[in-house]
T-cell receptor
Framework: LAKTTQPISMDSYEGQEVNITCSHN???????ITWYQQFPSQGPRFIIQ???TKVTNEVASLFIPADRKSSTLSLPRVSLSDTAVYYC?????????????FGTGTRLTIIP | EPEVTQTPSHQVTQMGQEVILRCVPI?????FYWYRQILGQKVEFLVS????????KSEIFDDQFSVERPDGSNFTLKIRSTKLEDSAMYFC????????????FGQGTRLTVV
């Protein structure tokens, strides 16, 4: 299982773009990169998933360089409601029963 | 939007008592999971369940724990004899199948063992 490293915490002001980078030097060929968000006392919520290059949805963008040893979650124009813990997970989802292995995540605090 | 529902939202129990945590996964999902999160700590995998049997379990999931899908819709986690250290948020999750599908988590059950 590829180990991930991400900053423990980040602060940002409302309206800014926030980029959270995750390192996963040992990523395997079949691994995907997935980001989850967790608010206090709630279950994690899927944000975005990608394999290579760039993925964008209505919530975020995910940038993955060619070597795939890192990835960057980009949240455009954050608001106070984006204050949460963000987890970067790496794994092979081709097995449906694959468990998710959460690290400590990045605690993002949005400042008014 | 379909969602995973868990009941109860909060359960207080005395040490040594049995508890059953209930989950209703999304109806067409095939893979089911239980995770737990002790206050201030990481989300930890407990067990995965597919085709009416356990696929994988962690070291935490010892003989005191069991899971069941009794009626094709509910998915339960039973703790036979609770300990103080079982106090945590317990999250149920489900997935459809196939590559690169997301896991949907419930809102959790906060278990407090006194």
């Amino acid at each position: 299982l590829a180990k991930t490293t991400q900053p423990i915490s980040m602060d940002s002001y409302e309206g800014q773009e926030v980029n959270i980078t995750c390192s996963h030097n040992n990523i395997a060929t079949n691994d995907y990169i997935t980001w989850y968000q967790q608010f206090p006392s709630q279950g994690p919520r899927f944000i975005i998933q990608g394999y290579k290059t760039k993925v964008t949805n209505e919530v975020a963008s995910l940038f993955i360089p060619a070597d795939r040893k890192s990835s960057t979650l980009s949240l455009p124009r954050v608001s106070l409601s984006d204050t949460a813990v963000y987890y970067c997970l790496v794994g092979d989802p081709s097995f449906g029963n694959e468990k998710l292995t959460f690290g400590t995540g990045t605690r993002l605090t949005i400042i008014p | 939007e379909p969602e995973v529902t868990q009941t109860p939202s909060h359960q207080v129990t005395q040490m040594g008592q049995e508890v059953i945590l209930r989950c209703v996964p999304i109806s067409n999902h095939l893979y089911f999971y239980w995770y737990r999160q002790i206050l201030g700590q990481k989300v930890e995998f407990l067990v995965s369940f597919y085709n009416n049997e356990i696929s994988e379990k962690s070291e935490i999931f010892d003989d005191q724990f069991s899971v069941e899908r009794p009626d094709g819709s509910n998915f339960t986690l039973k703790i036979r004899s609770t300990k103080l250290e079982d106090s945590a948020m317990y999250f149920c999750a489900s997935r459809l199948q196939g590559r690169a599908t997301e896991a949907f988590f419930g809102q959790g059950t906060r278990l407090t063992v006194v």
